[in-house]
């Protein structure tokens, strides 16, 4: 089930460089998002941004696009990190700042980071796990059904009468 996190980091032979231009373009797109809209339009910090970037792109790499995105299609990982960027975001801006309402700027900064995840998941997609890294999708499977005379209801000998329940 982790065998694209164990691919992910570095070992003997050395780091798998997809893995490592992928996250570093991931971290430098959401360091640019959450600065533009945390930090110019809703005057968070630049180490608070800083440091959101860090937790939003570790956890979206290894939830998002490591374990749902190879199970599942381009939609259903966006939307996951959509969510996983709403709440994250949330969390950090409640526990960093005194924002009066923390959920806006979260709102508004996971939109325009699921946006871009629907881009990076393509690009993604197409260069780190197609090298064999992705596993065949297992769940698609072929059920066929069986019939047998013994379910099937009884037949009436002919010429009896039906059995009906009196009218009243």
């Given at each position: 089930?982790l065998?694209?996190?164990?691919?992910a980091?570095?070992?003997?032979?050395?780091?798998?460089?997809?893995?490592?231009?992928?996250?570093?373009?991931k971290y430098?797109f959401?360091?640019?998002?959450?600065?533009?809209?945390?930090?110019?339009?809703?005057?968070?910090?630049?180490?608070?941004?800083?440091l959101?970037?860090?937790?939003?792109?570790?956890?979206?790499?290894?939830?998002?696009?490591?374990?749902i995105?190879?199970?599942t299609?381009?939609?259903?990982?966006?939307a996951?990190d959509?969510g996983?960027?709403?709440?994250v975001?949330?969390a950090m801006?409640a526990?960093?700042?005194?924002?009066?309402n923390?959920?806006?700027?979260?709102?508004?900064?996971?939109?325009?980071?699921?946006?871009?995840?629907?881009v990076?998941?393509k690009?993604?997609a197409?260069?780190?796990?197609?090298n064999g890294?992705?596993?065949?999708?297992?769940?698609r499977?072929?059920?066929?059904?069986?019939a047998?005379?013994?379910?099937?209801?009884?037949r009436?000998?002919?010429g009896?009468?039906?059995?009906?329940?009196?009218?009243l």
């Amino acid at each position: 089930m982790l065998q694209h996190i164990r691919k992910a980091t570095c070992n003997e032979g050395g780091c798998n460089m997809e893995h490592v231009r992928s996250i570093v373009i991931k971290y430098v797109f959401t360091l640019a998002i959450l600065y533009v809209i945390l930090g110019i339009i809703f005057d968070m910090s630049f180490t608070n941004v800083l440091l959101t970037a860090t937790v939003v792109t570790v956890a979206e790499y290894i939830i998002g696009d490591l374990l749902i995105l190879p199970r599942t299609n381009n939609t259903i990982a966006t939307a996951a990190d959509f969510g996983l960027a709403l709440f994250v975001i949330w969390a950090m801006i409640a526990s960093l700042t005194d924002a009066a309402n923390p959920f806006v700027p979260a709102l508004i900064a996971s939109a325009t980071f699921a946006v871009f995840e629907y881009v990076f998941h393509k690009y993604f997609a197409n260069t780190v796990l197609d090298n064999g890294d992705k596993p065949r999708n297992q769940t698609r499977m072929q059920f066929q059904t069986e019939a047998s005379e013994e379910f099937s209801p009884p037949r009436r000998a002919k010429g009896k009468k039906k059995d009906r329940l009196p009218r009243l």
